[in-house]
């Protein structure tokens, strides 16, 4: 019961309106510089300012910033109207003249009379052509050339309003009405003064129709006659986004007129308004209206949630509520009350007066008492059910449900009693800690359910007891607990908000998810929207269970009195109803279906490095948002905070953010109530700042603003690109002046080694001429011995001419292949005579080759020759045969020379096995040396290769010789 009490002490403390409207009165508490307030307008950016008699004043639901004559240059602080041009620039009425506001400066304009003294501007209108117009006290007025000048002087009186009207102006004056016709004909409206009177306060139309305030009522015009309404003093004429049309008058009252009955129904606002004049009435996009009076600025909108008039009788709080087909029961502190056929009655239950619980079991109605005893209700008569234990004050009945098998749960203070098969069986949950146990559930499984405030406990449809541990549900106290559609439970818990268990796992949902509050006093679940509602200390929670979105109902939704009692969450009248310690609120969901628009989001300002900065004159900047235009920052001011704000003049304390900066951000940062966001030592590069702001729907703007970081000089590309091309520039000389002198060092190698190579090829040459004489004379010698005279002396001239070729030959890098070829010949000759003809000699010479005009080595083909002769055929016991082919061949379009000597000999294994049986051992050396003159060659010219083939029967040897 103490619980109750404090509870029921919070809640007794705040105060209720039971009305249909709430309102909000913002003065100086609220941060107003001075609450008197003259007129009011709402911007295309969402703001609303205000005029009074301190300058102007922006407020954007959170907060208010003055602008006056001393600190921001405005003409006179007593503004009494305010306009809003195309350009989305403020025009001012003052007592001094006009002052036009861009955002960030002043234009002032003072309009003289005949006197040099200025003249007292009322308003401002800005005609379809973009004409601005000065409503004064001495006639009205239109800009032009940068000054006002008087439109006619036939009106020099006060005007205090304007309109377009079927090409006319329509002049609301202290004189009455007045037309100033595109010929500049002015003509006098008459109104009839019967119905109304001249003294006009202030003039609109609206689809067409004419409105016309004076002091003596509300004039509609339709372009053919007048019709007079009220007799209340006007102030100011709005109209509505249903179409209505919504007056403001002296008399602290609203007129909304209905255009179904053609009349005007008046609204008090002497609630908000105690004393002073309502003097300018607004209405915003989401259909609030505004009004600017003497106590402040008014706000008045309709609410979701409203205090019962019906149970206004009640004068105690309701602990619990039953409505069934047949009755309608209350529980309160002074007794069970039945309300039927519009009237209350008490409904007696001996001395046990303070009822806590009631459950409905169709058949009767059972009511648990503070002092523990419960009660049967049926048939309009009240029994005993039990017998209670008086032996403890704190023994109340806080929740009464049943069972499956139609059995009670009757949870009584620390004890639970289970009434079944006509017997009471007592339990205790939170033992040995004994403690409240404050609400049970038999779940979709017939298991049931048990909150107390030290622990939440289980049976299972076998008997089983189970304790869920602090450790399951974060939380150590148990409020309330409800199942959905789909079974899952809801636990409500004292200070970690709600718990959903789906029968395996639990999750929790706090104020870090949306929750007003994390004490929970009451839960109810509505299965036809699928909704949860949960009500605290502070509030109410409505939590949309297919999507998990939390909508918070306080005092802006019509809550007054926002604490809610435990339990005192039940449906009366198919309503969601909620039971406060002063009466019980009711949800109109139509109320609630009013979508608000999406918050409009404002640049405020930039600071760079903590500081706000004072531009250059040469920086562009944007002047509502006092953001520079192609913002280029140095990078050592790279520590950037924007400062913005989001409207939703509906449901302000719902706005929130989310941001990423595009070009440093992934993606975008969580939602967020700031209304700042800072990144520090922001790289060098181009960034975007983008801005989301969301309302109470989740509907949401978007706004960006794209700025550079300039890096450092030495971190620029062309001064990065300079030093690369300097680097490479100076890479290339010390590059190229090494290649050179490598490439003279290497000219020098190169010609040194041509010159030893070709020292050496002569060494060889010379070498190898005596080797061949020794073979040649050999021959001879042979010849003569047999005493051949005739022979020997050819062949000693064959030797002779051999001699000559020789001579001639070695002195020459290199010869014809015809000079080759007679130098091959005459050696085949010589060595014939030398063998006896043991073998035949075949030359083929490819028909494509001019044997005059290749140029090859000398004596490159004849060692072979003599290797095949020497080692291969003259051991042949048969006739032999040695084959000479030239062809030319190319290869990657190189020519070369290829001489192939083959001979059918003994192969070059066999002719191994004879030397080493050699009656005169003999050491050839022409091999030798030609290998080596080929691999000297080679280092002069690259291509000359030997290969050497092995047949069935002899040897194959390709000399590859290059012809360049």
């Known amino acids: 019961m103490k619980q109750f009490l404090i509870v029921v002490a919070m809640c007794c403390s705040m105060l209720a309106f039971g009305q249909n409207y709430s309102f909000r009165v913002y003065d100086t508490k609220d941060g107003i510089q001075n609450a008197d307030m003259l007129c009011l307008i709402s911007d295309s950016r969402g703001f609303i300012w205000l005029g009074g008699h301190d300058g102007i004043t922006r407020f954007d639901g959170h907060s208010f910033v003055n602008y006056n004559k001393v600190n921001n240059g405005l003409i006179d602080n007593t503004v009494i109207g305010i306009t809003e041009d195309y350009n989305h620039n403020l025009w001012l009425a003052t007592k001094r003249g006009v002052s036009c506001f861009n955002g960030r400066s002043f234009t002032n304009y003072i309009i003289p009379d005949t006197s040099d003294l200025p003249i007292y501007v009322r308003n401002i209108y800005e005609t379809k052509d973009h004409q601005i117009y000065a409503c004064c006290s001495k006639g009205l007025f239109v800009l032009r050339d940068n000054k006002f000048i008087q439109v006619s002087k036939e009106i020099n009186f006060n005007v205090k309003g304007v309109i377009e009207y079927n090409g006319s102006l329509w002049l609301a004056t202290s004189k009455g009405l007045y037309e100033i016709t595109k010929e500049k004909k002015i003509n006098v409206v008459q109104v009839d003064t019967n119905k109304a009177t001249n003294n006009i306060t202030c003039i609109k139309i609206y689809n067409g129709i004419i409105w016309i305030g004076t002091t003596k009522g509300i004039v509609k015009y339709d372009g053919k006659s007048f019709k007079k309404y009220s007799n209340d003093k006007i102030s100011d004429i709005t109209m509505m986004p249903d179409k209505n049309i919504l007056s403001s008058s002296f008399a602290q009252e609203l007129n909304i007129y209905d255009k179904k009955t053609d009349t005007f129904d008046s609204i008090s606002i002497k609630s908000a308004l105690p004393y002073g004049d309502l003097l300018r009435v607004m209405v915003d996009s989401n259909k609030n209206v505004w009004m600017a009076s003497a106590a402040g600025l008014i706000k008045m909108y309709r609410k979701p949630f409203n205090k019962s008039r019906l149970y206004d009788s009640l004068k105690s709080p309701v602990f619990s509520a039953i409505q069934n087909k047949k009755v309608l029961l209350f529980a309160t502190q002074t007794g069970v009350l039945e309300y039927k056929n519009g009237k209350f009655k008490s409904i007696k239950t001996g001395n046990d007066q303070f009822t806590i619980s009631l459950f409905d079991a169709d058949s009767c109605i059972y009511i648990g008492t503070y002092s523990g005893q ?123 908000g709600i718990a959903k268990y789906d029968g395996k796992n639990f999750k929790s949902y706090t104020v870090a998810d949306g929750l007003c509050n994390n004490f929970i006093q009451s839960e109810l679940y509505d299965s036809t929207t699928n909704t949860l509602w949960a009500g605290t200390i502070n509030g109410l929670n409505k939590i949309m269970l297919s999507n998990m979105s939390i909508k918070v109902y306080n005092s802006e939704q019509g809550i007054d009195n926002s604490g809610c009692l435990e339990n005192g969450l039940f449906f009366l009248d198919n309503k969601i109803t909620m039971s406060t310690a002063d009466g019980l609120y009711q949800y109109d969901e139509a109320l609630d279906h009013k979508i608000s628009n999406a918050p409009m989001i404002n640049f405020i300002g930039i600071r760079i490095n903590y500081e706000t900065p004072s531009w250059d004159e040469g920086q562009k900047v944007d002047d509502w948002s006092n953001l520079p235009v192609d913002l280029k920052l140095p990078y050592n001011k790279n520590h950037v905070t924007f400062d913005f704000t989001g409207i939703n003049l509906d449901a302000p304390e719902n706005v929130s953010y989310q941001w990423m900066m595009e070009g440093f951000d992934r993606q975008y940062n969580p939602v967020s109530k700031n209304t700042s966001a800072t990144y520090s030592n922001l790289p060098a590069g181009n960034y975007t700042f983008k801005l989301r702001s969301y309302g109470s729907k989740g509907n949401w703007n978007e706004r960006a603003y794209s700025f550079t970081v300039v890096p450092p000089l030495w971190a620029t590309w062309w001064f990065i690109l300079l030093c690369v091309l300097l680097v490479i520039a100076v890479s290339w000389l010390l590059i190229n002046h090494r290649i050179k002198q490598i490439r003279m060092i290497e000219f020098e190698k190169i010609n040194n080694i041509k010159k030893i190579t070709e020292s050496e090829l002569k060494a060889m040459r010379a070498q190898m001429n005596p080797h061949f004489m020794f073979n040649a004379l050999s021959s001879i010698q042979d010849v003569i011995m047999t005493k051949d005279e005739e022979n020997a002396i050819i062949h000693l001239t064959d030797f002779a001419r051999l ?162």
């Not at 023994?395 to 203070?413: E, F, M, P």
């Not at 007891?465 to 789909?486: E, G, H, M, R």
């Not at 051992?921 to 030997?946: Q, V």
Request: glycine fraction near 6%.
């Open 803 to 964: 001699m000559r070729l020789i001579l001639e030959n070695s002195t020459q890098k290199t010869i014809t292949l015809q000079d080759e070829l007679e130098f091959i010949l005459l050696y085949l000759n010589l060595e014939e005579i030398r063998f006896n003809n043991k073998y035949k000699v075949k030359v083929n010479v490819a028909k494509d080759i001019s044997t005059e005009d290749i140029f090859i080595p000398p004596m490159l083909i004849q060692p072979y020759i003599e290797n095949a002769i020497i080692h291969g055929l003259i051991h042949k016991d048969s006739e032999g045969l040695l084959e000479l082919d030239f062809s030319i061949t190319e290869d990657r379009n190189r020519p070369f020379l290829t001489c192939t000597v083959t001979d059918n000999g003994i192969g070059r294994k066999q002719s191994a096995s004879f030397s080493e049986f050699k009656l005169k051992p003999h050491r050839s050396m022409g091999m030798d040396i030609t290998a080596y003159r080929i691999e000297m060659l080679n280092n002069i010219n690259r291509g000359f290769s030997i290969q050497i083939n092995d047949l069935n029967q002899g040897t194959r040897v390709e000399i590859t010789i290059p012809l360049n």
């Open 374 to 496: 419960v009660y049967k209700y049926q048939n309009g008569s009240v029994y005993k059910f039990g017998e209670t234990d008086y032996s403890s004050s704190q023994n109340a009945v806080y929740y009464i449900t049943s069972d499956k098998k139609g059995g009670l749960w009757i949870c009584k203070n620390y004890n639970v009693i289970h009434y079944t098969n006509n017997e009471f069986k007592k339990n205790d949950f939170s033992a040995p800690q004994s403690n409240t146990t404050r609400m049970a559930l038999v779940d979709n499984n017939h298991n049931s359910w048990f909150t107390n405030y030290l622990r939440l406990t289980e049976i299972d449809s076998k008997g089983n007891v189970i304790s869920f541990s602090k450790q399951q549900l974060n939380s150590d106290s148990y409020t309330s607990i409800v199942k959905d559609n789909a079974g899952n439970l809801w636990i409500g818990t004292s200070g970690n």
